[in-house]
């Protein structure tokens, strides 16, 4: 068996791509999951490896090696499930908590890893993942704002629309009313 780390793996969509360009290189794919393949085979040849790269990045994968690249994929991937596929965030939720659990490093050692590599801080990049989220709820038209904002552990629909504006220049209300489908892939958030 083989185990292989992947970037941007962020959906179901995207397990089922990296399948299918697994399956056309006749490999054979154990599990899948956001972010880690395990596959039958032993190992790679050279000639695998290098066309397995190709396959992946032209669908915009990549495959990682170092144990940094994971670990921050790893907590993208987390942040990227808690927020986008759950149906709400717990009010007694404390994403340094969370994340120094999940990956058993102090949350100052993960914060620090991720701004030194992504260029951003961690809770920057929080933000970013739930405004996103924001914009999609809003575009549905299901929810009021004030079930948005609980159901993302906001204090209130006045932190929401504040923080809301200042990252998108939008108020909530002015983006409904503009039909803006200015929506990102959650690959592309930084």
Known sequence: MTTLYIKNMVCQRCILVVDQELRKLGLHPEKISLGEVVLREDSLTQQQ????????????????????SRLIE????????????????????????????????DYNYLSSLFSSVEGITL?????NQKIERVKELLIYDE?????????????SVAHLS?????????????????RTQDRRSLDSIA
């Open 162 to 178: 504040a923080q809301f504006k200042k990252i998108t220049g939008l108020t909530p209300s002015e983006l409904k009313r503009s």
């Open 123 to 127: 809770e920057h990049y929080i933000i």
């Open 143 to 155: 929810l009021t704002l004030s079930q948005i904002a609980a159901r993302l552990d906001y204090s």
């Open 74 to 105: 790893s907590m993208k991937n987390k942040i990227i499930h808690m927020i986008h596929h759950q149906e709400r965030l717990d009010r007694k939720f404390n994403w340094s908590v969370i994340l120094s659990e999940e990956f058993h490093y």
């Open 49 to 68: 490896s290098s066309d397995l790269d190709k396959a992946l990045l032209a669908v915009g994968f990549e495959r990682m090696d170092d144990r940094k």
